[in-house]
């Protein structure tokens, strides 16, 4: 009788543990699964706000497959609305100030592959010289300078490949000054808009990769011949850094800008600062080139490629600096540089951006 008093209190206790699990188990088949995340994503995106001295991973809510694949440098900004990301067949957002790793997707319309950051908002484009414009505060994307390659193959005729391809010029770039000026950064030619783009003018001539940055009025550019400034909103262009080869990138920092320029002759990336709006530069951060027994061994075969600078940004009271090999910091200007301590990732080098005080890092998957 005893053993009867157990066995039905036993009885009783599953029948109550099954009941209670198969709601929650129907309740938790009703749950949408968001295609392409994963909780268990990590190692596309880390951010820092001690200055690169220890690192968050904000991968979290991101597609799965951009673990193997990443993000080119030109599909990811961040600025004082946040940081976005261009991928699949949407624009991923997270807040600057928050404080897990938390994003928000919007299906994007179009399939352009690049953005940038607009005036009033965000910028979407690809080669073609499709774009499309979304305004701050809006979900909405629209077309935007549609005439620019009617307009632009008949100011430049130059037959490359791209109009032997599709009868049109190759877009680079795009960047709107402070004043409402829209310039468009072609592989020949740099365009000019004060109309909202419904005409355009041909500014300048030669190739490289157009990247645009802005700071109390002066403008400066990359191109094949170094780099460019521009003090009347980008009408005219002068050379103010020039070592024979392609200016690489440009950024601006506390009173001046900072510039990485190519010397094919030494076949070093060099980076050079100016705290006069551009007008004189100084050469900073040699320590970061290759050294000359690297140099030799590569010519020679020994090493199949050396660590190159590839950006550098500002971020507080630090410069820091992108390398193929690792990301690097300077208190000093440049004049000292020590190696920032990154989690473990397969990588072909880093793309970098920064807003305020706090960076966000992206390893590269590849070429």
């Not at 629209?142 to 010029?169: C, G, I």
């Not at 075969?301 to 193929?324: A, D, F, H, N, W």
């Amino acid at each position: 009788m005893k053993k009867l008093f157990v066995f039905i209190p036993a009885i009783l206790l599953a029948l109550f543990l099954l009941n209670s699990f198969v709601p929650r188990e129907k309740e938790a088949k009703k749950k949408p699964i968001n295609e392409g995340k994963s909780a268990g994503i990590v190692n596309i995106i880390f951010k820092s706000i001690d200055g690169g001295q220890t690192w968050q991973d904000i991968s979290q809510g991101l597609p799965e497959k951009l673990q193997k694949e990443g993000i080119p440098g030109n599909g990811f900004i961040a600025n004082d609305h946040g940081i976005y990301l261009r991928a699949g067949n949407g624009v991923y957002h997270s807040e600057l100030n928050a404080t897990t790793a938390f994003w928000t997707k919007e299906i994007f319309p179009g399939k352009q592959r690049n953005i940038a950051p607009g005036k009033n908002g965000i910028l979407a484009y690809n080669i073609r010289g499709q774009f499309l414009k979304r305004i701050n505060g809006t979900s909405d994307w629209s077309p935007a300078y549609t005439n620019f390659q009617e307009q632009a193959v008949r100011l430049d005729s130059t037959k490359d490949w791209m109009y032997k391809t599709y009868k049109e010029r190759e877009v680079r770039t795009i960047f709107e000054t402070a004043r409402g000026t829209v310039l468009i950064g072609s592989s020949n030619s740099l365009f000019r808009s004060t109309n909202n783009g419904k005409t355009w003018k041909q500014v300048h001539v030669g190739n490289g990769r157009m990247k645009l940055i802005e700071s109390n009025g002066v403008l400066l550019t990359t191109s094949k011949d170094g780099i460019l400034r521009s003090i009347d909103d980008g009408q005219s262009w002068n050379r103010v850094i020039s070592e024979g080869g392609l200016g690489i990138a440009v950024e601006h920092i506390d009173g001046g800008f900072a510039a990485i320029v190519n010397n094919p002759v030494t076949q070093r990336n060099s980076i050079h600062i100016s705290m006069d709006s551009g007008k004189t530069w100084n050469a900073v951060g040699q320590e970061l080139q290759p050294s000359s027994g690297s140099l030799f061994m590569k010519q020679i075969g020994v090493l199949k490629s050396l660590s190159e600078i590839v950006s550098i940004k500002q971020m507080g009271k630090y410069l820091i600096c992108g390398r193929t090999d690792g990301i690097f910091r300077s208190a000093d200007m440049g004049k000292t540089w020590e190696k920032l301590l990154l989690p473990p990732v397969e990588n072909f080098g880093f793309n970098l951006s920064v807003s305020g005080n706090v960076m966000y890092v992206m390893p590269n998957k590849g070429c």
